[in-house]
Nanobody
Framework: QVQVVESGGGLVQPGGSLRLSCAASGTILSISAMGWYRQAPGKQRELVATISGEGNTNYADSVKGRFTISRDNAKNTVYLEMNSLKPEDTAIYSC??????????????WGQGIQVTVSS
């Protein structure tokens, strides 16, 4: 069984920074893609950033130059460094992994989501 747990959210003032972490645990053979998504109140979920197994990254236009995604394969963890935060970044942030296990093959696993609020 695989578990995915996020941490690092909270309240921050505009212009501030936060670092989100998301770790997968369990009987994992490998993890390919990792990513962060967010959903603001009344809006659809949107992709924030992804990172491939080779380290290639992709960002939403709204966060380019402000957010950085990275991964630590030894820890099965993905990070999202968020700088110059704006009120419109307020949302529930979720992480996702594409994980291979013996029991279920390749499938996507998601965290429960973590609140990020940008407000003065």
């Amino acid at each position: 069984q695989v578990q995915v747990v996020e941490s690092g959210g909270g309240l921050v003032q505009p212009g501030g920074s936060l670092r989100l972490s998301c770790a997968a645990s369990g009987t994992i053979l490998s993890i390919s893609a990792m990513g962060w998504y967010r959903q603001a109140p009344g809006k659809q979920r949107e992709l924030v950033a992804t990172i491939s197994g080779e380290g290639n990254t992709n960002y939403a236009d709204s966060v380019k130059g402000r957010f950085t995604i990275s991964r630590d394969n030894a820890k099965n963890t993905v990070y999202l460094e968020m700088n110059s935060l704006k009120p419109e970044d307020t949302a529930i942030y979720s992480c996702g992994f594409t994980i291979t296990t013996w029991a279920r093959g390749v499938r996507d696993y998601w965290g429960q989501g973590i609140q990020v609020t940008v407000s003065s």
